[in-house]
């Protein structure tokens, strides 16, 4: 090819790789390596816990008392193991004294043999950090757009949507939620997440947060994609006496199912592996079983429209 | 009308305002014993989070008290081969289940024997063996 | 050598380009992009047939519709999509007054998000309708859908719904049987249609249309919504009513 024509072809297409990658993807006009938690519709990830993993060194989650061990649901449909409730460990250094009064309150209902199950089981948002905990049994799936990664627990339809720009807005309302921005970096997608107002718990210990509440997480692949890892780091100098680091593991299939026949396994909650099938929460949320300490689920007096 | 699955018209159920308890620990079972319950299926609830069996069952003095037998949800169960009319009102049933530890009249589902003897559960799963028993 | 040089370095853009352009949000190949965020600018809580009229209902339509009427006025029926935020099922939740976001992905499948109740629909595409056993055993508030793309139209057929919903906020009924089609397509830069077929031969002699449109709002992010707080100002939509 003559030269000049050449340069001329380079020139066209150069400008044109500026204009297609500044119109959609900021992430990749950055040069950055995009993971996808999504290659396709029937991949949803499962959590290897239903408690925070340390990080390998400093300030990290509340874990179990150890004179008290942890049976899971989970466990129990494998194993048929009496379940345990989950009970915190207060000497967790990162607990400021009234935090650590509210977790203690929840330990006794525990000790009482009362449930003391969080709010997120009588159908009520999980927050930001109880989501990554929530997918035992049925899986969270990322949609990932352009403009906007949208993370899905299929379990209620909670839906948090995390915006992929740089700046978080002007005046953040708080929410449930809160407001996450988002972006791509080296291999993750890194989440901010402020304006969580203090309604959820931090975990299923009941570790509660206030509206300082700051959310980091770096959402990862690993282990040739097979396993998603999420890194949180968690602000809140209104509830912790310094920040803390934990750690979640995601697989794209149930434990339990791949341990024994699904015939085999009580209580089977989980959807085949596939795609997002539809559970609704508010479809039948009442129990036969009243606890003095259940609340109600969400519901509306007035209709919102 | 191809389906009926709560046994009443889906929306003119009044959902009362019950405490709920969806996404819980099954600490409140007691994992180590499985009880027998004989009685008529009231209804079988096909829903989400947990499908229930609802029976009537004659107490000791001759009564009929109502028990609630907590499943997973649907989908969960038609993995298992369930169909919303598996059990229909009126059927004479066997169930196992795994009893409520504070003595409330109920628990979570281990087995079922129907009225023609088909067995649904397996007593010997891990989840029923540490029970020590079956029907 | 200069001439070799010159077309690897053209290469490597062409395959940049390529790549970019597989990847990037605005051309999906032969696939329109029908993605975005979408808010209607007007509310009917009585659905309008396209083309006009009343809806066509059978006997046991009509008495389903009376009864469903009724009981709504003295509260021996609830409206549970108001009441406890399940989903408004179709074709109601087309009606929405919330935004809502249609993503056109993961590969293989198109994922609407509402804002209202936080519902979700997903649709598979280019897949077979799941069978008769799957759509009775396991009936959805909002069925379960296929689609398809047809030209500039994403062409949505849904099955398998349970009976918990109304096909509008008035109270009109649909069986399980219903089947719907929507077909869905972009009908100005900034305006989408959603023209939908009700097929219920239980309740309704013929099949019926509706059609929705929305605009595209790419400015406005999607709120939480937890029933019974307060939620967005809807005074942008025509014809809401709040209590």
């Known amino acids: 090819m003559p030269r000049p024509a050449a340069n001329l072809a380079i020139g066209v297409l150069a400008g044109a790789f500026c204009l297609a990658a500044g119109s959609s993807h900021p992430a990749l006009a950055q040069g950055a390596a995009r993971p996808d938690f999504a290659p396709n519709a029937s991949v949803g990830w499962y959590a290897y816990n239903r408690i925070f993993i340390p990080p390998a060194s400093g300030a990290g989650p509340v874990q179990q008392d150890r004179a008290h061990p942890y049976v899971s649901n989970d466990e129990f449909r494998v194993t048929g193991k009496q379940p345990t409730s989950q009970l915190a460990d207060l000497s967790a250094p990162i607990l400021q004294p009234w935090a650590r009064e509210a977790v203690r309150k929840r330990n006794e209902l525990v000790l009482s043999g009362k449930p003391a199950n969080p709010p997120y089981a009588s159908c009520w948002p999980a927050g930001v950090t109880g989501f990554l905990l929530r997918p035992m049994t049925q899986a969270m799936y990322f949609i990932q757009g352009p403009q906007e990664v949208v993370m899905i627990l299929s379990s209620k339809q909670e839906v948090r949507h995390i915006h992929l720009t740089d700046k978080h807005s002007a005046n953040v309302k708080t929410s449930w939620f809160g407001e996450s921005i988002g972006r791509y970096e080296g291999g993750s997608l890194v989440v901010d997440t402020i304006g969580l107002d203090d309604r959820t718990w931090v975990d299923g210990f009941g570790t509660p947060h206030t509206k300082q509440l700051h959310v980091i997480e770096r959402f990862h692949l690993m282990e040739n994609g097979q396993v998603l890892e999420a890194n949180v780091h968690v602000e809140d100098p209104g509830a912790f006496t310094m920040p803390w680091d934990a750690i979640q593991h995601f697989r794209q299939y149930e434990a339990a199912v791949r341990a024994m026949p699904i015939e085999r396994i009580a209580q089977l909650a989980s959807a085949p592996e596939g795609p997002l099938q539809e559970m609704v929460c508010a479809d039948n949320p009442r129990s036969f079983f009243p606890s003095a300490d259940a609340v109600l689920a969400p519901e509306a007096n007035t209709p919102d429209f | ?135 | 050598m200069e001439s070799f040089k010159i077309s690897v370095r053209a290469g490597s853009a062409w395959a940049a380009l390529f790549a970019l352009t597989a990847l990037s949000g605005s051309a999906y190949g032969e696939t329109p992009d029908i993605s975005g965020t979408y808010w209607a600018s007007e509310y009917q809580a009585k659905i309008q047939v396209l083309g006009g009229g009343d809806l066509p209902l059978t006997a046991d339509g009509k008495a389903a519709y009376e009864k469903n009427v009724a009981g709504l006025k003295d509260g021996s029926v609830v409206d549970s999509a108001r009441r406890y935020c399940v989903p408004d099922g179709l074709p109601r939740v087309l009606a929405t007054p919330y935004p809502f976001e249609i993503f056109q992905s993961p590969p293989g499948q198109i994922t609407i998000v509402h804002e209202l109740n936080h519902q979700v629909r997903v649709i598979a595409l280019d897949q077979p309708m799941p069978s008769e056993k799957e759509l009775t055993t396991l009936p959805y508030y909002n069925g379960h859908s296929v689609g398809h793309f047809e030209g500039d139209t994403l062409v949505i057929e849904t099955a398998g719904f349970n009976e918990k919903t109304f096909v509008d906020a008035t109270g009109a009924p649909h069986s399980d049987e219903m089947r719907t089609v929507e077909r869905i397509r972009r009908v100005s830069p900034t305006q989408l249609e959603d023209v939908v077929t009700i097929h219920d031969p239980m309740y309704y002699t013929r099949d019926w249309q509706a059609r929705f449109v929305y605009a595209l709002r790419n400015d406005v992010w999607l709120d939480d919504y937890v029933c019974g707080e307060r939620h967005r100002d809807l005074t942008s939509v025509a014809g809401v009513r709040r209590p």
Do not use: C, Y
């Open chain 2, 1 to 135: 009308m191809k389906l009926n699955t709560l046994g009443v018209a889906g929306i003119a159920v009044v959902m009362s305002a019950v405490p709920a308890f969806a996404h819980h620990s099954f600490s409140m079972f007691d994992a180590a014993s499985a009880k027998t319950v004989e009685g008529v299926v009231k209804e079988f609830q096909w829903t989400n989070p947990h499908s229930w069996i609802l029976m009537m069952v004659s107490n000791s003095q001759g009564q009929l008290e109502q028990w609630a037998i907590e499943m997973g949800g649907p989908i969960g169960l038609a993995r298992q081969g369930w169909t919303p009319k598996t059990l229909k009102p009126g059927m004479q049933v066997k169930t196992v289940i795994h009893p409520m530890r504070d003595g409330t009249n109920g628990g979570q589902f281990m087995a079922i024997t129907l009225p023609d003897g088909t067995l649904i559960g397996d007593v010997n799963a891990p989840a029923s063996a540490n029970a020590g028993g079956g029907p």
